[in-house]
């Protein structure tokens, strides 16, 4: 796939070809010699022609691929051969060279956060207490530290900025895929051109506006709630809670590199999807475990059991 390797910065020949995958959702977007009938997320053979959707937001910003082809296929084939013998049948031995990169479409979201929180603050003191207890048959009294906890209650109000945080924007790929995959290095984020998917496929946003903001809030509130866990005084607390008031967001569409295999392995089932992070190289998937091969090496053992207790005298 020599196509995926290309580096190439010219800026996109003619009109791009809008394709759509009628059995994941994906809206592929390629160079019309790139144009593929099987969909890179799910491995469907039907992926067809369709008119522009209006309205689809532009993206803003774009990650570039940092891993090669040859690498990402290293990559995937090490995952494969490292899973484990009880995976169904056809995983292990599905094909890494057709791995295929994809511009994934994500939302980069920014926000003011204003927390009011309250919370059961722990002060640890110890006191000197005396006990009897008996010794040699004699009783004595002795002395030992024991530590307490005085609660008091604390309530506040603290204000962070929640930079970078991404959320999936493609219906092909779910966000607890996305957030598997991340970090990604933000530092190089480039504005997007044309021309930087220029030789590769890229995905519309499919999922909307809104959706996404959704996502978005609730992981940055998760986040002001891990920073407000750090900002606690004392020994330790209890009952923290919180409400978030969110200003100045920013929501931007933002082109992610991610590498993707997916194996159809048995009619009907999901397919397996091995995505890979087109910068740092981190592998995610999960590979179904076969019931069957676990039911079988689950009797192998009994007979085995069975066969040594019987060998060594059994039931004399
Ligand atoms: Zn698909």
Redesign the pocket.
């Known amino acids: 796939m020599p196509e995926q390797t290309r580096e190439t910065t010219s800026a996109v020949a003619g009109p791009l070809l809008h394709l759509g995958?009628p059995?994941?959702g994906?809206r592929l977007v390629v160079e019309p010699a790139l144009r593929t009938t099987r969909?890179p997320?799910?491995a469907?053979p039907s992926v067809v022609e369709r008119p522009r959707v209006p309205g689809v937001p532009e993206p803003v910003f774009a990650l570039g691929f940092a891993l090669t082809h040859t690498s990402a296929r290293e990559h995937v084939a090490r995952w494969l051969r490292t899973r484990s013998r009880f995976t169904r049948s056809g995983i292990r031995s599905a094909k890494p060279d057709e791995v295929r990169g994809v511009y994934v479409p994500a939302y980069l979201y920014s926000v003011l956060a204003h927390a009011r929180f309250s919370a059961s603050i722990g002060e640890n003191y110890q006191v000197q207490e005396t006990y009897t207890t008996t010794e040699n048959g004699k009783t004595v009294t002795r002395t030992r530290t024991v530590t307490h906890t005085e609660w008091r209650p604390l309530r506040g109000e603290l204000s962070t900025y929640v930079p970078d945080v991404l959320v999936t924007a493609s219906t092909?790929l779910r966000n607890e895929e996305l957030e598997a995959l991340e970090p990604f290095d933000l530092r190089v984020l480039a504005r997007y051109s044309p021309a930087l998917i220029s030789g590769w496929v890229a995905e519309e946003p499919s999922l909307s506006r809104e959706q996404c903001l959704e996502l978005a809030r609730r992981e940055a509130v998760e986040r002001m709630g891990e920073r407000l866990e750090r900002f606690m005084p004392g020994d330790s607390h209890r009952e923290l809670s919180h409400e978030a008031r969110l200003e100045w967001e920013a929501l931007d569409v933002c082109l992610l590199p991610v590498w993707v295999l997916a194996v159809r392995y048995a009619e009907g089932a999901p397919p397996l999807r091995v995505l890979v992070n087109g910068q740092t190289g981190e592998v995610h998937g999960k590979a179904p475990i076969s019931v069957w091969k676990v039911v079988l090496a689950v009797l192998v053992v009994v007979l085995l059991v069975a066969a040594g207790w019987l060998a060594s005298g059994g039931a004399r």
């Open positions: 995958c059995s994941c994906a969909c997320y799910c469907a092909g």
